[in-house]
């Protein structure tokens, strides 16, 4: 590993070259400069002999970025799995959250979500995805799905981190279910967002689908409908295999046709 540095908190950004690297840089580098942190690119490669010229390679793009942005990230360059070494990188350096391009990952992966999630699903810091670069999309309207699931609560935080970078305002968007359960759960995490977003005087408004399509197809649409810079959701607890494969819902909102930037958290252990 190249320069492990010794950074608070920083902006990781998955870093492959790609054009889908440069996106998620440049969202990097909105973050960083919001939270006065720093930025490290993490490159992952198969073999060992790889290491010092991918190094090199970086350095090269870190004075670059550093001449026509102001900041310079740091490099650091493992070998091994992707899926497993950004995680451990992350780790390592109590990065703050971690971005990528959905396109960051070579071969099949350029064509499915799935394996995107894949890299995200057990991180300790969230992953903002991203497809495009930064656009005029208003990062002052979040939009917040909520369901019945207990660990929805968590990304309460997230939210109020992103509003204390932002001032934005929420849109709680939520589905009326007939099973009486599924409503009941749905409406206390509800009530449970509502009141720690007033406790915290953060704006914000209701908006409930009436159901007809699927929650991450209407989260998605009504995104677009309102031109919101992020979406925040949380990852399937326990993922399981099959939804790497066959798409868990989250998935879905990853890989919209929108092209809006989604902040994935991962549940607590």
């Not at 993490?42 to 991918?54: C, G, M, Q, R, S």
């Not at 999630?117 to 909520?146: N, Y």
């Not at 009326?176 to 509502?194: G, M, P």
Request: hydrophobic residues 40%; negative net charge; contains cysteine.
């Amino acid at each position: 590993m190249s320069e492990n540095p010794n950074i608070n908190k920083p902006v990781l950004v998955t870093w492959d070259y790609s054009e889908k690297s440069e996106f998620a840089l440049l969202h990097a580098i909105d973050f960083a400069k919001a939270l006065n942190r720093e930025i490290i690119l993490a490159h992952i490669t198969k073999w060992e002999n790889d290491v010092a010229l991918n190094v090199e390679r970086l350095n090269l793009k870190a004075e670059d970025i550093m001449n026509q942005y102001g900041i310079r990230p740091s490099v650091i360059v493992k070998t091994g799995n992707i899926f497993e070494e950004i995680k451990s990188i992350i780790q390592e350096c109590d990065a703050e959250i971690a971005v990528m391009g959905t396109h960051g990952i070579k071969g099949l992966q350029k064509f499915t979500g799935s394996w995107a999630l894949k890299v995200i699903a057990g991180s300790k810091a969230p992953f903002v995805v991203v497809q495009d670069k930064p656009t005029e999309a208003d990062i002052h309207k979040i939009v917040l799905p909520l369901d019945f699931k207990a660990e929805e609560r968590e990304k309460l935080v997230w939210a109020d981190f992103i509003n204390k970078i932002f001032k934005c305002k929420f849109y709680l968007c939520y589905t009326e279910s007939n099973d009486s359960l599924i409503f009941k759960r749905t409406h206390a995490n509800l009530n449970t967002a509502v009141k720690y977003l007033e406790s915290r005087s953060i704006n914000y408004e209701l908006q409930r689908f009436d159901g007809k399509t699927a929650f991450a197809t209407e989260t998605v649409k009504f995104a677009e409908s309102i031109g919101s810079g992020l979406i925040i959701i949380m990852t399937t607890k326990n993922i399981r295999f099959q939804d790497y494969v066959f798409g868990a819902t989250e998935q879905q909102i990853i890989a919209n046709e929108a092209k809006i930037p989604v902040m994935c958290v991962n549940p607590m252990e």
